[in-house]
Every structure is written in C-alpha cells, then in structure tokens.
C-alpha cells in the first residue's frame, strides 16, 4: 500500500508473548515467532530496496524484540517497538541463528516458493518490523518495502 504521505505508526507496546504465533502477508508469506529467540520466515520478501531485488525467503532465524528508543535505523518503522528478524534461506538443527541461539530445524523448501518473486535469496537477511494495531485494535506487523520514502507499507496479520 502506497502510504508516502502517511505519519509511521503510532507506538505501541507490546511483550515477547504478545508477538508469539504466525503471521501472515501478501502471497503466501509468513513470520512465525517462537520463543527463546526463534524465528521461521516463508516467502517473506525484502525489506525496502531489497525488496525490489525480486527474492523471497524461506528458511529458520532468531528475533528480538527493540524497546522504544532501541532501533537506530531511521523512521523506516517509526519509534516504538521493533522485532529484528535475522534469516537465512538454510539451515540445519543444531546451527547457532544469527543472534548466536540456535537456529532450529531446517525448513524443507520447494521449487515454486518465490513462484512470483524469482531471483536467489541472500545467503542472509534482515528485517526490521514495527508493531501497529489496525483499524479494529488488532496488532500487526509491518516493514516497508522499496523507497522507504514512498512508505509502502508490507502488513502482516495474525494466522486465526
């Protein structure tokens, strides 16, 4: 969504337990967070001009959650909480994640997860995603994908 003139979102607070489960987003992507650290992404794409590299990525990682005043990377998600999510496309069990946990079980990918999106994934990927709450009070995640002076914004919601 093309949001270039909107504000990033307002603060909200959130805990570890309030970001754990999937989420989802556009084309089959996903962000499951566990805890002790976990992270497991599925066709989840770039986050602002890698998004435009035209990859996605499937595979385990880490996570932790910045507190306000925490994340110095701009106002790409605004000043409240952050969820760094640090992947790779493989991975085996036992393997140290990219925040020294362990990473966990390798994810088995298929010939047509980035059907849409074709190019090789990094051997590494992060993203930095903010926490909203929608129209309705629920919370969602996000990050910006190409320009991140264009804002537009890449939600995900939580799986029901």
Do not use: C
Not at 74 to 97: C, H, R, Y
Not at 110 to 135: L, Q
């Amino acid at each position: 969504m093309d949001s270039r003139t909107d504000p990033p979102s307002p603060s909200v607070k959130v805990t570890a337990a309030d970001i754990y489960g999937t989420w989802v987003g556009w084309k089959g992507s996903s962000l499951t967070i566990r805890p002790e650290h976990r992270a497991v992404v599925e066709k989840l794409d770039g986050q602002e001009f890698a998004f435009d590299d035209g990859w996605r990525m499937s595979g385990p990682g880490s996570w932790r959650l910045l507190k306000p005043g925490a994340y110095r990377g701009g106002n790409a998600v605004g000043d409240g909480w952050v969820i760094e999510v640090k992947a790779s496309p493989a991975g085996l069990a036992g393997e140290k994640g990219p925040f020294g946990q362990g990473a966990g079980a390798a994810t088995e990918l298929s010939p047509d997860d980035g059907a849409s999106r074709t190019e090789p994934p990094p051997g590494k990927a992060v993203w930095d995603i903010g926490v909203s709450r929608s129209k309705k009070g629920e919370l969602r995640l996000f990050f910006l994908t190409s320009d991140p002076d264009v804002r537009d914004t890449y939600y995900l919601t939580r799986k029901k």
